[in-house]
């Protein structure tokens, strides 16, 4: 009798039995490290790194919301309403760290990916990232919240 060895349908290396597991939603069998501790809630069972990134891609799943508006002092213009979004921390498969996806609504087109070191810091990050994005337009633009007032300290 021969034994077939595991092997990880993403790197295509041997695996134990105990370096083996599988994801619930595509079902490859892989090396446990692409599998984080994360769980599909529906099933309680782990889901393969690939799979949450494909699951976050499809479905923008915000933890943060801001609504602003942006008024450009050159124009005699309505207040434009914009909303900063920033999405649940998801891990990218490399040890702790993790990304979240940030779009600022009204000024993105896409939402692009800000990276920390773990879930807390791809948070702060990519609040400072949506911060810094404000901070850079143009001085003819002001950020305000709803109802008027400025949004940054101006002494």
Known sequence: MTIVPFRCAKTGSELSPEEAGHCALCERLLDRRFLPQRVYPAQRKPVCVDCIQ??????????????????????????????????FPRPTGSDEEAACSVLIRGLMSDAIDIHGSDSLSA?????????????ALPETMAVQWPGGEAYFYQP
């Not at 976050?56 to 915000?62: I, Q």
């Not at 933890?63 to 434009?80: E, F, G, H, N, T």
């Not at 948070?123 to 901070?135: R, T, Y």
């Open 54 to 87: 494909a699951v976050a891609d499809r479905m923008f799943a915000t933890i943060i919301k801001r609504d602003l508006w942006l008024v450009d002092a050159a124009s005699a213009a309505r207040p434009k309403d914009i909303r900063i979004e920033i999405g």
């Open 123 to 135: 948070m702060q990050c990519a609040m400072k990232f949506a911060e810094s994005e404000l901070e």
